[in-house]
């Protein structure tokens, strides 16, 4: 029964989208998210009820959630059906109301006002700053970068490495923002800006592309989590297929597919994971992508057979607080403030594990929504979910050439999957500071623009 729902599910994901958009390769922020939303809530509670799978060494944690409960499943999968289509009517909804389509098209303008010189030197800025921070990250743990890149698996999963110290990961974390630079980079290049800077200018650009584009397969090595990595990857490899010669879209290609393959080796490729031990044949690859991908479902069915209090959005201050406050409480009195609330996603790890000392997993956005209001919060969360894809689709218009158009590739994957797969608000404004706080600036810089020209 519970197979029979997700597939009434999947079927109406495939035909609304193909409906909405007939073209089988458009990518928007609706369909990236439609795609992601059909694996989480489509594609694993078919395979986990039909393809038997089992725990694991890695996935130990799967037989400690009672999804084979028929009722618990269907009321999960009813749950999840609620959820789509209320992000499916958010965006509806948020397309269609004059004021935030008027604010959204605003906001659309202003990335157009700064000009190819503006956006370089605020990609300089941010690529300077990156190297700072990932510098002061390497000294907080007492060795050289180079250390760091061959034990970073090692380091994230929190083992014992002789020589490297404790230290908080906030530096790397604001790291990040190089790769944000390398994408104003590309986009210049993308639309061949050099050609009016003149050939100097030009390899100068290609030459802070690159440096750029190291930094940042350094920085995420070093962070050692396959998301991030794969985003990048998939930004990188779609903007090289748009690209009008040979070359760059078979790099495109082969870049996708790298991105592809680390959603299965991932792990194991960046030392998280000791050793990939399975069968190379398709219905283990696939029982594998639903194991990795199995925590959205999983969570779910868990927190409605656990009695819960519900956190009614609390999370959403909470991670101001834990982002903006908690540093300021340290800058002042020297220590972090004592007894604040965890956040969602330790809380649903505590749920299922019992514990957060064997790591953390992350609340998707319909978990979120359970955990803050019951199916009442999903409601709320989905339809602002579906709202805030419509608001996005109109700031980054498919229209667009150049560093907007590159940032909204990069804000498609990153709504779809981090605000759609790890919705605790804390994960996401931390995880998120990369790409939310440079496209913040961008915009304060062309408000200047704007206010000079006038």
């Given at each position: 029964?519970?197979?029979?729902?997700?597939?009434?599910?999947?079927?109406?994901?495939?035909?609304?989208?193909?409906?909405?958009?007939?073209?089988?390769?458009?990518?928007?922020?609706?369909?990236?998210?439609?795609?992601?939303?059909?694996?989480?809530?489509?594609?694993?509670?078919?395979?986990?009820?039909?393809?038997?799978?089992?725990?694991?060494?890695?996935?130990?944690?799967?037989?400690?959630?009672?999804?084979?409960?028929?009722?618990?499943?269907?009321?999960?999968?009813?749950?999840?059906?609620?959820?789509?289509?209320?992000?499916?009517?958010?965006?509806?909804?948020?397309?269609?109301?004059?004021?935030?389509?008027?604010?959204?098209?605003?906001?659309?303008?202003?990335?157009?006002?700064?000009?190819?010189?503006?956006?370089?030197?605020?990609?300089?800025?941010?690529?300077?700053?990156?190297?700072?921070?990932?510098?002061?990250?390497?000294?907080?743990?007492?060795?050289?970068?180079?250390?760091?890149?061959?034990?970073?698996?090692?380091?994230?999963?929190?083992?014992?490495?002789?020589?490297?110290?404790?230290?908080?990961?906030?530096?790397?974390?604001?790291?990040?923002?190089?790769?944000?630079?390398?994408?104003?980079?590309?986009?210049?290049?993308?639309?061949?800006?050099?050609?009016?800077?003149?050939?100097?200018?030009?390899?100068?650009?290609?030459?802070?592309?690159?440096?750029?584009?190291?930094?940042?397969?350094?920085?995420?090595?070093?962070?050692?989590?396959?998301?991030?990595?794969?985003?990048?990857?998939?930004?990188?490899?779609?903007?090289?297929?748009?690209?009008?010669?040979?070359?760059?879209?078979?790099?495109?290609?082969?870049?996708?597919?790298?991105?592809?393959?680390?959603?299965?080796?991932?792990?194991?490729?960046?030392?998280?994971?000791?050793?990939?031990?399975?069968?190379?044949?398709?219905?283990?690859?696939?029982?594998?992508?639903?194991?990795?991908?199995?925590?959205?479902?999983?969570?779910?069915?868990?927190?409605?057979?656990?009695?819960?209090?519900?956190?009614?959005?609390?999370?959403?201050?909470?991670?101001?607080?834990?982002?903006?406050?908690?540093?300021?409480?340290?800058?002042?009195?020297?220590?972090?403030?004592?007894?604040?609330?965890?956040?969602?996603?330790?809380?649903?790890?505590?749920?299922?594990?019992?514990?957060?000392?064997?790591?953390?997993?992350?609340?998707?956005?319909?978990?979120?929504?359970?955990?803050?209001?019951?199916?009442?919060?999903?409601?709320?969360?989905?339809?602002?979910?579906?709202?805030?894809?419509?608001?996005?689709?109109?700031?980054?218009?498919?229209?667009?050439l150049g560093v907007p158009g590159v940032l909204r590739t990069a804000w498609i994957m990153f709504s779809v999957t981090v605000c759609l797969l790890y919705l605790d608000p804390v994960n996401v404004l931390r995880d998120g500071i990369y790409i939310i706080g440079p496209t913040v600036m961008a915009l304060g810089v062309a408000v200047v623009l704007r206010s000079w020209k006038r």
């Amino acid at each position: 029964m519970t197979w029979l729902i997700a597939g009434i599910l999947g079927i109406y994901i495939i035909f609304s989208e193909l409906a909405r958009v007939p073209r089988l390769f458009h990518l928007d922020f609706l369909r990236g998210a439609s795609m992601v939303f059909f694996l989480a809530y489509v594609f694993v509670p078919i395979s986990l009820h039909l393809l038997d799978i089992r725990a694991d060494e890695r996935f130990y944690w799967l037989e400690w959630v009672d999804y084979g409960n028929i009722t618990l499943a269907i009321l999960a999968q009813v749950i999840a059906l609620i959820s789509y289509l209320l992000i499916r009517f958010g965006f509806y909804v948020g397309d269609r109301i004059s004021s935030v389509k008027k604010l959204a098209n605003t906001l659309a303008g202003l990335f157009l006002v700064v000009p190819a010189r503006i956006w370089f030197w605020l990609a300089t800025a941010l690529g300077v700053f990156s190297i700072a921070f990932l510098l002061m990250y390497a000294r907080s743990r007492g060795v050289g970068l180079e250390y760091l890149l061959v034990t970073a698996g090692q380091v994230r999963v929190g083992q014992y490495v002789p020589g490297i110290e404790e230290a908080s990961f906030t530096f790397l974390t604001y790291s990040m923002i190089g790769t944000f630079a390398s994408l104003i980079y590309l986009g210049l290049l993308h639309r061949i800006e050099g050609r009016r800077l003149g050939p100097g200018s030009l390899f100068l650009l290609r030459l802070a592309f690159g440096v750029t584009l190291l930094l940042s397969l350094a920085i995420l090595w070093i962070r050692s989590g396959r998301l991030h990595l794969i985003n990048y990857l998939f930004v990188l490899g779609m903007h090289g297929m748009q690209g009008r010669r040979l070359l760059p879209k078979v790099l495109g290609v082969i870049i996708v597919f790298t991105g592809i393959l680390l959603l299965y080796v991932g792990k194991y490729v960046l030392g998280v994971a000791q050793s990939l031990d399975v069968p190379l044949e398709f219905r283990s690859l696939l029982s594998l992508l639903a194991k990795e991908i199995s925590f959205p479902y999983l969570s779910l069915v868990n927190a409605l057979s656990t009695e819960i209090a519900y956190r009614y959005f609390i999370d959403f201050p909470l991670a101001v607080i834990y982002i903006i406050g908690v540093p300021l409480h340290v800058l002042i009195t020297g220590s972090p403030p004592g007894d604040l609330p965890i956040s969602v996603a330790k809380v649903n790890t505590v749920h299922i594990l019992g514990t957060t000392d064997l790591g953390e997993i992350p609340v998707d956005l319909v978990s979120f929504g359970y955990l803050s209001a019951g199916v009442l919060g999903v409601s709320v969360i989905s339809f602002l979910y579906g709202w805030m894809l419509a608001f996005l689709e109109r700031v980054f218009p498919k229209t667009v050439l150049g560093v907007p158009g590159v940032l909204r590739t990069a804000w498609i994957m990153f709504s779809v999957t981090v605000c759609l797969l790890y919705l605790d608000p804390v994960n996401v404004l931390r995880d998120g500071i990369y790409i939310i706080g440079p496209t913040v600036m961008a915009l304060g810089v062309a408000v200047v623009l704007r206010s000079w020209k006038r």
